[in-house]
């Protein structure tokens, strides 16, 4: 993880304790964990999701392969945005020279019938799963480091690492997991410090966990 910035401080049992947050410089590709969708994604120049048709006529045949078997299973299309990095959505971008469909995300039926899942909550799954790909992707995965020096010392003093947890996706510190790491001081300090219901710590999306949406 990079060198962070302090999130908060609080005092608790003769202690100073500093949170601090830090950008994941080395975050899990989440679609090498346990997902229900499966992304296939083309591009010339990039190689991203689950699967990446080879060449035109791959292409060809896999659409085929959706039109003939659209009964069993579930398709629908992912947008890609690449412009200063990249983005995906469920939605378009409307952006005529930078953005279109990179792909389809799909589920077989029978897949959603083992799972006990309705079509609904399937599609609910696939708004989460693209939105923490694309949080991936765009390098909006953090950690957080906690640290401790004695009370009566110079904050400037050296302090002493109590905890550090990376692999966050999104900045959205009450809806991206954290919060479950951190004893019940750390917890009560925060929501002190942030008191506002959606208080961010910066401006990237609204995140979800990934062990509560997908599984993990």
Same mark, same amino acid.
């Given at each position: 993880?990079?060198?962070?910035?302090? @999130?908060?401080?609080?005092?608790?049992?003769?202690?100073?304790?500093?949170?601090? /947050?830090? &950008?994941?410089?080395?975050?899990? #590709?989440?679609r090498e964990m346990d997902n229900l969708w499966t992304f296939i994604f083309w591009h010339k120049r990039y190689t991203l999701g689950d699967k990446q048709p080879r060449d035109a006529a791959e292409h060809e045949a896999f659409l085929r392969e959706i039109a003939t078997g659209k009964d069993d299973r579930i398709v629908?299309?992912?947008?890609?945005l690449d412009h200063s990095g990249l983005r995906f959505s469920l939605s378009d971008f409307h952006d005529t020279w930078d953005s279109g469909v990179i792909g389809?995300?799909?589920?077989?039926?029978?897949? @959603?019938?083992?799972e006990g899942l309705s079509e609904e909550q399937a599609l609910e799954r /696939?708004? &989460?799963?693209?939105?923490?790909? #694309?949080?991936y992707v765009s390098g909006d995965v953090y950690g957080f480091v906690v640290e401790t020096q004695p009370l009566g010392s110079d904050p400037?003093?050296?302090?002493?690492?109590s905890d550090s947890v990376c692999g966050f996706y999104g900045s959205e510190v009450r809806g991206n997991?954290?919060?479950?790491?951190?004893?019940k001081h750390l917890t009560e300090a925060y929501d002190k410090a942030f008191p506002v219901r959606t208080s961010k710590?910066?401006?990237?999306s609204t995140a979800r966990a990934r062990k509560a949406t997908l599984g993990g």
């Open positions: 993880m990079s060198e962070g910035n302090t @999130l908060f401080t609080t005092e608790h049992d003769d202690k100073r304790w500093r949170v601090r /947050l830090e &950008v994941d410089q080395d975050p899990v #590709d989440p629908v299309p992912v947008y890609m389809v995300a799909s589920v077989a039926r029978g897949k @959603l019938k083992v /696939l708004k &989460v799963e693209v939105e923490t790909y #694309d949080q400037g003093d050296k302090w002493s690492i997991g954290m919060l479950e790491y951190w004893d710590v910066d401006s990237g």
